[in-house]
């Protein structure tokens, strides 16, 4: 299941395949887990189907009559399309399997394959391509939820602007790991092509992030390592 803020669907997963058998077989089986499954039996037809309707993760035969799975697949991915493509190969074809991850195939497969690997490929694949967003962090006495956007140390409410909050977020993600001034300025300023200025910005932050974290208690969490960057670790 897939919930996005309209509601939970199932996930659509569209198969290439042309031997009519595995297909089906694919079909059944996936249908079964829960997925929603399209086939398409060439590659035009599967290059259309993904085009025109929106699918979580293709799995793509490379042996197809026509366009051939690389080409399709090429194809989806000079367009621009990310969705995940698990490819399916002959055993031999070690050539296909390398073209397939140049050409941008995220997994591959080799025929013939057990079923619960396949599946096991898919929810790897479906997991990658949508990763859970933490949406609570506590770390010694602190807590941080994202969803009311509220921060409590030791159940005292600490009120942060939306850059500390986000900052802190970023360090409780990364608790107990260095984080440098490099990371704060990529992940949480946005700015990949860092200036120096930013190093000053970032500085005054994590200040004030300090004084409203750390100053009113015993313990301090927002650690200075010097020439490297910070870290959230609780010290006495
Ligand atoms: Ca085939």
């Not at 989806?76 to 995940?84: D, E, F, N, V």
């Not at 994590?206 to 959230?232: N, Y």
Request: proline content about 4%; charged content about 35%.
């Amino acid at each position: 299941m897939i919930c996005e803020e309209e509601g939970c669907r199932a996930v659509r997963i569209l198969v290439v395949e042309d031997e009519v058998k595995v297909a089906r077989a694919l079909k059944e089986g996936l249908e079964r887990e829960g997925f929603d499954v399209a086939v398409a039996e060439t590659g035009e037809e599967g290059f259309y189907r993904v085009n025109a309707e929106g699918f979580d993760l293709i799995v793509l035969d490379v042996m197809l009559p026509g366009r051939d799975g690389l080409q399709v697949l090429a194809t989806i991915r000079r367009g621009g399309m990310r969705t995940p493509v698990l490819m399916l190969t002959a055993r031999d074809a070690i050539e296909d399997r390398v073209q397939g991850l140049d050409s941008g195939a995220d997994d591959y497969l080799v025929k013939p394959f057990a079923f619960p690997e396949l599946l096991a490929r898919i929810r790897a694949l479906l997991r990658r391509g949508r990763p859970e967003p933490v949406l609570r962090f506590a770390y010694a006495d602190l807590e941080l939820d994202v969803v009311a956007r509220t921060v409590k140390r030791k159940d005292k409410e600490i009120d942060l602007t939306p850059r500390e909050f986000a900052l802190l977020a970023y360090l409780l993600d990364h608790h107990e790991q260095v984080v440098s001034r490099e990371m704060l300025a990529r992940d949480v300023w946005k700015e990949p092509s860092r200036a120096t200025p930013l190093d000053n910005v970032i500085d005054v932050h994590i200040a004030r992030l300090r004084r409203k974290i750390d100053d009113p208690f015993e313990s301090t969490l927002v650690q200075t390592i010097r020439g490297v960057g910070f870290v959230l670790r609780e010290e006495r």
